[in-house]
Nanobody
């Protein structure tokens, strides 16, 4: 089991920055694959960024170059640094985690699905 608690959301003007944090507790093996998702009213949930262990992350095209995902494995905390924020970034942001899968030969990898979710933190960007 993993418990995830997000923080750091708020209201900013376009062009501003926010840093989201996700404090994780519980089974550290299940924190191997982690990600940030967002959902705006009336829209489907979207994966914003994901990270495997502490390897560099992957991003949805709309945030590339503006957002950075990072992970502090010593403190079991996931971060999302968001710069140059735009009104279209307004959404509820969720942290997610899942244990890795094991490929033939023993290599660990992330399958893309997440079974553990936080409650979310609201980000509002005004123009």
């Amino acid at each position: 089991q993993v418990q995830l608690v997000e923080s750091g959301g708020g209201s900013v003007q376009a062009g501003g920055s926010l840093r989201l944090s996700c404090a994780a507790s519980g089974d550290t093996y299940s924190m191997y694959c982690m990600g940030w998702f967002r959902q705006a009213p009336g829209k489907e949930r979207e994966r914003v960024a994901a990270i495997e262990s502490d390897v560099s992350g992957s991003y949805v095209y709309s945030v590339k170059g503006r957002f950075t995902i990072s992970k502090d494995n010593a403190n079991n905390t996931l971060y999302l640094q968001m710069n140059s924020l735009k009104p279209e970034d307004t959404a509820m942001y969720y942290c997610a985690a899942d244990p890795p899968k094991r490929a033939y030969g023993g290599r660990l990898y992330c399958g893309g699905a997440f079974g553990y979710w936080g409650q979310g933190t609201q980000v509002t960007v005004s123009s």
